[in-house]
């Protein structure tokens, strides 16, 4: 049998009639009903339904410097497990990904190992210091290509810069994704502002702090002419923002994370920093606005924002721990029980969210592409039927910070294919894929 | 009862008998000999992460009279100020046979963390966490007050609650463990409470709380009041645009003279004045007031020994009757 063919037979296209899908040298070579497998492997796909590699727009892989927490190696791993075919890396790093020389070495640690495209985001400001501009034209002319800019983790707050980073960027096509969060109203802020911090005494985190910011962002995009891109959206007002913003043809996209769909602040009751993340977990109005914004279009992608962190940064005090979550492995889930299953949206809506938008957004050329003939062949299949539990000690991500341990989950990634090379068979790591110039180091071993 | 962290999750059987049993510590307070065997051989851990000499002393008083051990664990100058951790120094605890931590932390809900995780085993009792709750704080403002409240009734305390009182606690109160306790307890056990404070001190949020809010104090004892909770405005509030100035908070939130006077010519003649010290003399209260007949400010101090004697001996003694469930949380693995 040819190692670089595969049938996928009867699969659920996008959620709707089974079809084959051929896949061959990367690409997919037919699709249609009663394919002839040939020499191809053949993967028996009924009750599976197919769909576009996802590609995270928002992704925290920690390397380099934070190794204890994730490594490319390993947060690629959980995310070709999780149905990724792509992910787009963030800039907030040791040193921090904001010259060329960072991002090119991150580049080449994903075509390394092999398991999804990394795509670095680049660095807005030097250092994250939100004074000086990073050399995001060098960046972008790397072998690295950086199209999304993004200081994340902090907000640029300084209006002036924000201006010069949207006009900036269109010099190469370039988006700059802001984290939306004022400074000056989230000192010392440990959750959302409302009626449980009031009660846990935990210094508020006001929705209109990342509000303020959107309103302005989308203000100066539309005075420049240029592209924004808001992060990890989590209050019902930066929905309506963004939705009049959309309605005078300003040019923003917005991301929502799988966490900020399913879980409200009611869980910092607990005190159990996992559910420590910012921005904040809100409220079930907020819950409820972001789903609908995500099935009408005013929200345009899933963006896991998969935060690993050392046990040690959560098992202490709420006040001492670190933010964040991981997410990579339960994205598919979690959207799915909050989106499919509730009836907002079709397998078909999911393909565009995790997959043909967030591509678009980074301009991932090969990515979130028509599973037709002749397109790449970056597919997963999912058995929707499935349930599972979560338990973050058998994730392939380092981190142990999933604010989703114990819960039952539907959906199940059987199979990822990445360049038409199967990632995931059988819902377990297969192979990574070997770009040509890893493939000679390999078979020099 | 396993642990006490709130009053919100105390229920009026579990407050009144910590407040029947402190009653009955007291008696021991009045003896010459102020001293039980009830907790001989348990030992009592002090764990303060923040400096607070009256309720550490107040703790040690209490577990002292029981006959328990006591350690003092004061954080700064020890391990924790090298960096180690919540979990190393519980652990650390644990293995030296703690059985009950009383536990004073800056961070809000450091206490909720040892009682739900498997650091360690023993009672835990939250001496005051952060800006979230003060529990033994509250109960001896409650006793403090079921007292007076009794004796205007001319009833025995013992077994009473706080039906009809109006208790007005004044100040800030978004920073404030000792309001948020007393607001929970004191609705608990039936009393009417207004929250009294500018409106940059008062949580959003607050709405959502069982009881009145008002941001007026004359307006407040004008509509008739039984107890005065001033509380303490801190140092670092003061610049930070919480209100324009000392003067103006002390104008217009301080109980001071004229307001003292008010009392007496609104004809409120048994209304008390409470202050859970450290006083701000001359801010939050003036002297003439902290030094009236009206004042229980020692006797706060001196219930609060009681009272906590009460709570190690509830949770110590092997009375071991169900209370409502300490925490929601369920035991997390390493």
């Given at each position: 049998?040819?190692?670089?063919?595969?049938?996928?037979?009867?699969?659920?296209?996008?959620?709707?009639?089974?079809?084959?899908?051929?896949?061959?040298?990367?690409?997919?070579?037919?699709?249609?009903?009663?394919?002839?497998?040939?020499?191809?492997?053949?993967?028996?796909?009924?009750?599976?339904?197919?769909?576009?590699?996802?590609?995270?727009?928002?992704?925290?892989?920690?390397?380099?410097?934070?190794?204890?927490?994730?490594?490319?190696?390993?947060?690629?791993?959980?995310?070709?497990?999780?149905?990724?075919?792509?992910?787009?890396?963030?800039?907030?790093?040791?040193?921090?990904?904001?010259?060329?020389?960072?991002?090119?070495?991150?580049?080449?640690?994903?075509?390394?190992?092999?398991?999804?495209?990394?795509?670095?985001?680049?660095?807005?400001?030097?250092?994250?210091?939100?004074?000086?501009?990073?050399?995001?034209?060098?960046?972008?002319?790397?072998?690295?290509?950086?199209?999304?800019?993004?200081?994340?983790?902090?907000?640029?707050?300084?209006?002036?810069?924000?201006?010069?980073?949207?006009?900036?960027?269109?010099?190469?096509?370039?988006?700059?994704?802001?984290?939306?969060?004022?400074?000056?109203?989230?000192?010392?802020?440990?959750?959302?502002?409302?009626?449980?911090?009031?009660?846990?005494?935990?210094?508020?985190?006001?929705?209109?702090?990342?509000?303020?910011?959107?309103?302005?962002?989308?203000?100066?995009?539309?005075?420049?002419?240029?592209?924004?891109?808001?992060?990890?959206?989590?209050?019902?007002?930066?929905?309506?923002?963004?939705?009049?913003?959309?309605?005078?043809?300003?040019?923003?996209?917005?991301?929502?994370?799988?966490?900020?769909?399913?879980?409200?602040?009611?869980?910092?009751?607990?005190?159990?920093?996992?559910?420590?993340?910012?921005?904040?977990?809100?409220?079930?109005?907020?819950?409820?606005?972001?789903?609908?914004?995500?099935?009408?279009?005013?929200?345009?992608?899933?963006?896991?924002?998969?935060?690993?962190?050392?046990?040690?940064?959560?098992?202490?005090?709420?006040?001492?721990?670190?933010?964040?979550?991981?997410?990579?492995?339960?994205?598919?889930?979690?959207?799915?029980?909050?989106?499919?299953?509730?009836?907002?949206?079709?397998?078909?809506?999911?393909?565009?969210?995790?997959?043909?938008?967030?591509?678009?957004?980074?301009?991932?050329?090969?990515?979130?592409?028509?599973?037709?003939?002749?397109?790449?062949?970056?597919?997963?299949?999912?058995?929707?039927?499935?349930?599972?539990?979560?338990?973050?000690?058998?994730?392939?991500?380092?981190?142990?910070?999933?604010?989703?341990?114990?819960?039952?989950?539907?959906?199940?990634?059987?199979?990822?294919?990445?360049?038409?090379?199967?990632?995931?068979?059988?819902?377990?790591?297969?192979?990574?894929?070997?770009?040509?110039?890893?493939?000679?180091?390999?078979?020099?071993? | 009862m396993k642990h006490l962290l709130?009053?919100?999750d105390l229920s009026?059987?579990d407050?009144?008998r910590i407040?029947?049993?402190?009653?009955?510590?007291?008696?021991?307070?009045?003896?010459?000999?102020?001293?039980?065997?009830?907790?001989?051989?348990?030992?009592?851990?002090?764990?303060?992460?923040?400096?607070?000499?009256?309720?550490?002393?107040?703790?040690?008083?209490?577990?002292?009279?029981?006959?328990?051990?006591?350690?003092?664990?004061?954080?700064?100058?020890?391990?924790?100020?090298?960096?180690?951790?919540?979990?190393?120094?519980?652990?650390?605890?644990?293995?030296?046979?703690?059985?009950?931590?009383?536990?004073?932390?800056?961070?809000?809900?450091?206490?909720?963390?040892?009682?739900?995780?498997?650091?360690?085993?023993?009672a835990?009792?939250?001496?005051?966490?952060?800006?979230?709750?003060?529990?033994?704080?509250?109960?001896?403002?409650?006793?403090?007050?079921?007292?007076?409240?009794?004796?205007?009734?001319?009833?025995?305390?013992?077994?009473?609650?706080?039906?009809?009182?109006?208790?007005?606690?004044?100040?800030?109160?978004?920073?404030?463990?000792?309001?948020?306790?007393?607001?929970?307890?004191?609705?608990?056990?039936?009393?009417?409470?207004?929250?009294?404070?500018?409106?940059?001190?008062?949580?959003?949020?607050?709405?959502?709380?069982?009881?009145?809010?008002?941001?007026?104090?004359?307006?407040?004892?004008?509509?008739?009041?039984?107890?005065?909770?001033?509380?303490?405005?801190?140092?670092?509030?003061?610049?930070?645009?919480?209100?324009?100035?000392?003067?103006?908070?002390?104008?217009?939130?301080?109980?001071?003279?004229?307001?003292?006077?008010?009392?007496?010519?609104?004809?409120?003649?048994?209304?008390?004045?409470?202050?859970?010290?450290?006083?701000?003399?001359?801010?939050?209260?003036?002297?003439?007031?902290?030094?009236?007949?009206?004042?229980?400010?020692?006797?706060?101090?001196?219930?609060?020994?009681?009272?906590?004697?009460?709570a190690?001996?509830l949770l110590?003694?092997?009375d071991t009757r169900e209370a409502v469930p300490a925490?929601?949380?369920?035991?997390?693995?390493?």
């Amino acid at each position: 049998m040819a190692e670089n063919s595969y049938l996928i037979r009867g699969a659920a296209i996008l959620g709707a009639d089974a079809e084959d899908l051929l896949i061959r040298d990367g690409v997919i070579a037919a699709r249609g009903k009663d394919l002839d497998a040939g020499d191809a492997t053949v993967i028996e796909a009924a009750g599976l339904i197919a769909l576009p590699g996802m590609v995270d727009i928002h992704t925290h892989l920690r390397e380099p410097g934070r190794e204890d927490a994730e490594t490319v190696e390993t947060g690629t791993r959980a995310a070709a497990l999780g149905g990724y075919t792509a992910v787009h890396a963030m800039a907030n790093s040791n040193p921090v990904a904001d010259t060329a020389g960072v991002v090119e070495q991150v580049h080449s640690l994903g075509r390394a190992s092999g398991w999804v495209d990394v795509r670095p985001v680049g660095a807005v400001t030097v250092g994250l210091a939100g004074e000086q501009l990073a050399e995001l034209g060098a960046m972008a002319d790397s072998r690295a290509r950086v199209r999304v800019f993004s200081d994340d983790g902090i907000c640029v707050h300084d209006p002036v810069l924000m201006r010069r980073a949207l006009e900036y960027v269109k010099a190469f096509d370039g988006v700059v994704a802001q984290h939306a969060q004022e400074p000056r109203l989230t000192a010392g802020a440990q959750m959302n502002e409302g009626a449980v911090s009031a009660v846990l005494g935990l210094g508020g985190w006001p929705a209109v702090a990342e509000e303020s910011i959107i309103a302005r962002d989308v203000l100066l995009a539309q005075h420049v002419g240029s592209r924004l891109h808001v992060c990890h959206v989590s209050t019902a007002g930066s929905v309506e923002i963004i939705r009049w913003a959309k309605s005078r043809g300003i040019n923003v996209t917005a991301e929502v994370t799988p966490h900020h769909l399913l879980l409200t602040d009611e869980l910092v009751r607990s005190y159990d920093p996992v559910y420590k993340v910012n921005p904040p977990l809100r409220t079930a109005e907020d819950v409820q606005a972001l789903r609908e914004a995500l099935a009408d279009g005013t929200i345009d992608v899933i963006g896991t924002d998969h935060a690993p962190h050392p046990s040690e940064h959560k098992e202490c005090e709420w006040a001492q721990a670190a933010m964040g979550m991981t997410g990579l492995e339960t994205a598919l889930s979690v959207v799915q029980e909050t989106m499919i299953e509730t009836g907002l949206m079709s397998w078909a809506d999911f393909a565009r969210v995790t997959s043909t938008v967030p591509a678009r957004i980074g301009r991932v050329e090969d990515q979130g592409r028509p599973l037709e003939a002749g397109e790449p062949a970056n597919i997963i299949l999912v058995d929707p039927a499935a349930r599972w539990t979560v338990d973050p000690y058998k994730m392939a991500t380092m981190g142990r910070n999933s604010p989703f341990k114990g819960k039952e989950l539907p959906g199940a990634v059987i199979a990822t294919f990445f360049k038409g090379h199967p990632t995931v068979l059988e819902g377990k790591l297969n192979e990574p894929y070997r770009h040509p110039e890893t493939a000679a180091a390999v078979s020099g071993n | 009862m396993k642990h006490l962290l709130s009053t919100q999750d105390l229920s009026a059987e579990d407050a009144i008998r910590i407040l029947d049993t402190a009653e009955e510590m007291a008696a021991v307070n009045e003896r010459e000999v102020k001293k039980l065997p009830a907790l001989r051989g348990r030992t009592v851990v002090n764990l303060f992460f923040e400096d607070s000499t009256r309720t550490r002393i107040s703790f040690e008083a209490a577990a002292k009279r029981l006959s328990a051990d006591v350690i003092n664990f004061a954080a700064k100058g020890s391990s924790v100020s090298k960096g180690e951790s919540l979990k190393d120094t519980a652990q650390t605890l644990a293995a030296i046979g703690a059985d009950a931590v009383v536990i004073r932390h800056w961070a809000s809900g450091a206490p909720h963390r040892l009682a739900a995780t498997d650091w360690i085993d023993a009672a835990v009792i939250n001496a005051g966490d952060g800006t979230h709750e003060h529990p033994t704080q509250a109960l001896l403002d409650s006793f403090t007050m079921r007292r007076h409240w009794a004796r205007l009734h001319g009833t025995d305390s013992q077994g009473t609650d706080l039906s009809g009182m109006r208790v007005a606690v004044v100040g800030d109160v978004l920073h404030s463990r000792v309001a948020r306790s007393n607001v929970w307890l004191l609705q608990t056990l039936g009393a009417d409470v207004t929250l009294v404070a500018p409106p940059t001190l008062l949580p959003i949020g607050v709405e959502h709380w069982p009881c009145k809010v008002s941001y007026n104090l004359d307006e407040t004892l004008e509509a008739g009041v039984d107890s005065m909770m001033m509380l303490r405005v801190q140092g670092e509030r003061m610049n930070a645009s919480f209100f324009p100035s000392t003067r103006e908070y002390s104008r217009r939130w301080g109980f001071d003279d004229t307001r003292l006077r008010a009392l007496d010519e609104l004809g409120l003649k048994d209304t008390i004045i409470m202050h859970p010290g450290p006083m701000n003399r001359g801010l939050e209260i003036s002297s003439a007031a902290a030094d009236s007949p009206r004042s229980t400010v020692l006797d706060q101090v001196r219930n609060g020994v009681s009272v906590r004697m009460a709570a190690l001996y509830l949770l110590l003694s092997g009375d071991t009757r169900e209370a409502v469930p300490a925490t929601t949380q369920s035991k997390e693995s390493n």
